[in-house]
């Protein structure tokens, strides 16, 4: 996010994650921008919108409509915008058509989906943030961006290693560049050593790069990534059977399908272009029958899971994990 810090304001801030902490993490830092050096209990008010109860508009659209008083600027900020209903979405979005001089607007989201009139009034006043982290190029950028808005530097190494280590959890990385920057000081660069004592927890990765282990047939890859992923905290094995499950369905279901490019395996399966791409180049390259086995495997364990075998559920997903990893290994083409 690009900092408004020295800036004039917009007058409506819209902040859409999938991720809440992600959310707040930028709600906070633009907050932080816009205050600068002025007094947040004169110049910011607070609202939040819950799930499930009725929103009380009126307030909020007298915050951002009252002229600022002995102050130059006014900022009005609504929490869990994503859960608001309809009418007070339309009131807000009416209160955006003549924004007052001054007065600055931040819908922070989480909770469902920003109403798609205020989101297009949010639009024309201001902007709109939206902070995308589902694949590993959003992540990367994400990361690129606020690394090179940080108070430190990264070496090579120390950027690499703490890209590998947040995985998914990258609500962390704020907070790690400043307390970095109060143990070494602002601008420093930092390296490996530097960066280590700080790290703290191993973050959660996606449950893709499981999958692409395990098609690539890398046993001892596949297997600390299910480490990591089901560490104290993690994922449930439920949810990576089910997700193994998804995926070799998936196969099976190009096996005679009429599907001559990655576009044709997207539209047969309602799924973007990407997965779409590494599915049909997947599909290609094995030999017949291995997509049925692996859906057997995969059964077998989900009995398992269910008491069959009397094992704990990291070490079902294990050992089926090491399975499908050697019949993808000997079945390609």
Same mark, same amino acid.
Request: some cysteine; glycine content about 10%; overall charge negative.
């Given at each position: 996010? @690009?900092s408004? /810090? ?10 859409l ?9 930028? @709600?906070a ?8 050096d ?5 110049v ?14 009126g ?19 609504? /929490? ?20 007052? @001089?001054?007065?600055?607007? %931040? ?16 639009k024309?006043?201001?902007e ?8 590993g ?11 090179r ?8 190494q120390? /950027?690499?290693?703490l ?25 420093i660069?930092?390296d490996?050593a ?5 790290l703290g ?23 600390k ?15 990576? %059977?089910?997700s193994?499950?998804n995926?070799?369905t ?16 997207a539209s047969?399966?309602? %799924? ?10 997947? /599909? ?8 049925? @086995?692996?859906?057997?495997?995969v059964?077998?364990a ?6 069959v ?16 990893? &050697? &019949?993808?290994?000997g079945?390609?083409?």
């Amino acid at each position: 996010m @690009t900092s408004s /810090r020295g800036k004039e304001p917009k007058a409506a801030y819209a902040i859409l994650a999938e991720d809440e902490a992600l959310v707040a993490n930028e @709600t906070a830092q633009l907050v932080a921008d816009l205050l600068g050096d002025r007094d947040a209990s004169l110049v910011l008010e607070e609202h939040r919108a819950e799930r499930g109860t009725e929103f009380e508009v009126g307030p909020v659209i007298d915050a951002f409509l009252t002229p600022p008083f002995l102050i130059d600027r006014r900022i009005v900020l609504v /929490r869990g915008a994503g859960n608001l209903t309809a009418e007070p979405a339309k009131a807000l979005a009416l209160a955006l058509a003549e924004p007052p @001089t001054g007065a600055v607007l %931040i819908l922070a989201g989480g909770g469902g989906t920003l109403p798609a009139p205020l989101k297009k009034a949010v639009k024309a006043a201001g902007e709109i943030i939206e902070i995308a982290t589902r694949t590993g190029g959003q992540r990367k950028s994400y990361l690129d961006e606020h690394l090179r808005a940080g108070p430190v530097r990264l070496n090579a190494q120390a /950027r690499a290693m703490l890209t590998d280590h947040l995985g998914e959890d990258l609500s962390r990385l704020p907070g790690l560049l400043e307390t970095l920057a109060a143990a070494h000081g602002e601008g420093i660069t930092i390296d490996v050593a530097m960066l280590q004592p700080f790290l703290g927890k191993q973050g959660s990765v996606p449950i893709y790069e499981l999958v692409d282990a395990i098609d690539a047939g890398t046993t001892d890859a596949a297997l600390k990534i299910v480490a990591r992923m089901m560490g104290p905290g993690g994922m449930s094995a439920h949810v990576v %059977i089910a997700s193994f499950d998804n995926h070799f369905t998936q196969l099976a279901q190009l096996d005679g399908a009429e599907a001559t490019s990655p576009a044709d395996v997207a539209s047969l399966l309602g %799924i973007a272009e990407y997965p779409a791409k590494k599915l049909w180049g997947l /599909r290609s390259s094995l030999d017949p029958g291995v997509i049925r @086995t692996a859906l057997g495997l995969v059964a077998d364990a989900d009995l398992d899971l269910k008491g069959v075998s009397g094992l704990d559920e990291r070490m079902i997903v294990e050992i089926l994990v090491a399975r499908l990893c &050697r &019949r993808m290994k000997g079945a390609k083409r």
